[in-house]
């Protein structure tokens, strides 16, 4: 098969829409759609600073691939997990990724920063539910400690579709009022701007224009992250994807149109300052300080 714009040989078939495309041209349209999303979701206002999350996974790799390409203005942040070799690998990837693209790369080590590393704090609360707390409470803080417009990270349309039908199967109707591909700056900054450049590109088109464009990234999954629901999911919408091309995009826009319905039932916490860090917090302490104990705040300013 042939490309569908020139003579050269086909790299990928692409499903919906429907058509083959060499490299050159593949590249050319994922960028273009990257450039839609954003224009159409309003997620960059010109001159904005942006932090992206790399976890030096393939997603998070292209997110900066793409915005460094389109011109904005990126810095990157790696957050080590302490989580054995599997973090150290997810470091060292990170660190050729920002090399390669010519992007300062900030990193910060939860071991380092916090006396222990992700899986090795004895507690009732799952691994990933105090990981992803941990990891957004830092990015966050990062962030707005240097003054970032807004944080970056790689959530793709099976990411989005996966966690939209999860929510779905449990009626979770706080987290569907809130979804979306960028959420605004709320509490006068303190809560930084979070967006999602490849909001509508699937996962097979993310691995195939990192395959295209010679970005190397870390394959292997977390320990953790085994049996995770989220897995489930993703795979029952691959199936339906496979026999209707366009599930998961049709899935998404429509749930965006639809969001409207769930925006009843959600009941915003009185957010106001932490009493040890002063970041949002729903309770006198925050939940980041109030996990790991913190008594004093941190500071990443740089
Ligand atoms: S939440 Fe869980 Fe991930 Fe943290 S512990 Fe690993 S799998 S890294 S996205
Ligand atoms: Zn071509
Ligand atoms: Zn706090």
């Given at each position: 098969?042939?490309?569908?714009?020139?003579?050269?040989?086909?790299?990928?078939?692409?499903?919906?829409?429907?058509?083959?495309?060499?490299?050159?041209?593949?590249?050319?349209?994922?960028?273009?759609?990257?450039?839609?999303?954003?224009?159409?979701?309003?997620?960059?206002?010109?001159?904005?600073?942006?932090?992206?999350?790399?976890?030096?996974?393939?997603?998070?790799?292209?997110?900066?691939?793409?915005?460094?390409?389109?011109?904005?203005?990126?810095?990157?942040?790696?957050?080590?997990?302490?989580?054995?070799?599997?973090?150290?690998?997810?470091?060292?990837?990170?660190?050729?990724?920002?090399?390669?693209?010519?992007?300062?790369?900030?990193?910060?080590?939860v071991?380092?920063?916090l006396?222990k590393?992700i899986?090795?704090v004895r507690t009732r609360r799952?691994?990933?539910s105090y990981c992803g707390l941990t990891?957004r409470y830092?990015?966050?803080?990062?962030?707005?400690?240097?003054?970032?417009?807004?944080?970056?990270?790689?959530?793709?349309?099976?990411?989005?579709?996966?966690?939209?039908?999860?929510?779905?199967?449990?009626?979770?109707?706080?987290?569907?009022?809130?979804?979306?591909?960028?959420?605004?700056?709320?509490?006068?900054?303190?809560?930084?701007?979070?967006?999602?450049?490849?909001?509508?590109?699937?996962?097979?088109?993310?691995?195939?224009?990192?395959?295209?464009?010679?970005?190397?990234?870390?394959?292997?999954?977390?320990?953790?992250?085994?049996?995770?629901?989220?897995?489930?999911?993703?795979?029952?919408?691959?199936?339906?994807?496979?026999?209707?091309?366009?599930?998961?995009?049709?899935?998404?826009?429509?749930?965006?149109?639809?969001?409207?319905?769930?925006?009843?039932?959600?009941?915003?916490?009185?957010?106001?300052?932490c009493?040890v860090?002063?970041?949002?917090?729903?309770g006198?302490v925050c939940s980041f300080c109030r996990f790991w104990h913190r008594?004093?705040?941190?500071?990443?300013?740089?």
């Amino acid at each position: 098969m042939r490309c569908k714009f020139c003579e050269r040989p086909a790299f990928i078939k692409l499903h919906y829409p429907k058509m083959y495309l060499c490299p050159e041209h593949f590249t050319e349209y994922f960028e273009r759609k990257v450039k839609r999303t954003i224009e159409r979701y309003k997620l960059i206002k010109p001159g904005e600073r942006i932090l992206v999350v790399v976890s030096g996974g393939k997603d998070s790799a292209v997110t900066a691939h793409v915005l460094k390409k389109l011109g904005y203005d990126i810095e990157c942040l790696h957050i080590n997990l302490g989580i054995g070799e599997y973090s150290e690998k997810s470091e060292e990837y990170a660190k050729r990724q920002c090399e390669k693209l010519g992007v300062p790369l900030h990193i910060v080590r939860v071991r380092e920063l916090l006396g222990k590393g992700i899986g090795e704090v004895r507690t009732r609360r799952p691994t990933c539910s105090y990981c992803g707390l941990t990891k957004r409470y830092i990015f966050n803080k990062f962030a707005y400690d240097n003054g970032f417009d807004a944080v970056a990270t790689g959530h793709n349309l099976d990411d989005e579709a996966g966690f939209i039908l999860a929510n779905i199967l449990n009626w979770n109707t706080q987290y569907l009022a809130k979804q979306g591909p960028v959420t605004s700056a709320q509490f006068n900054g303190k809560l930084v701007k979070k967006i999602k450049p490849l909001y509508e590109l699937t996962e097979r088109e993310v691995v195939a224009y990192a395959l295209a464009n010679g970005i190397e990234y870390h394959i292997e999954e977390c320990p953790h992250a085994v049996g995770a629901t989220t897995i489930e999911v993703k795979g029952i919408l691959n199936e339906m994807e496979e026999k209707r091309p366009g599930t998961k995009i049709n899935f998404v826009k429509g749930y965006l149109r639809k969001k409207g319905l769930f925006e009843g039932e959600l009941q915003e916490a009185d957010l106001r300052e932490c009493g040890v860090c002063g970041m949002p917090s729903s309770g006198e302490v925050c939940s980041f300080c109030r996990f790991w104990h913190r008594e004093e705040p941190i500071n990443f300013r740089l």
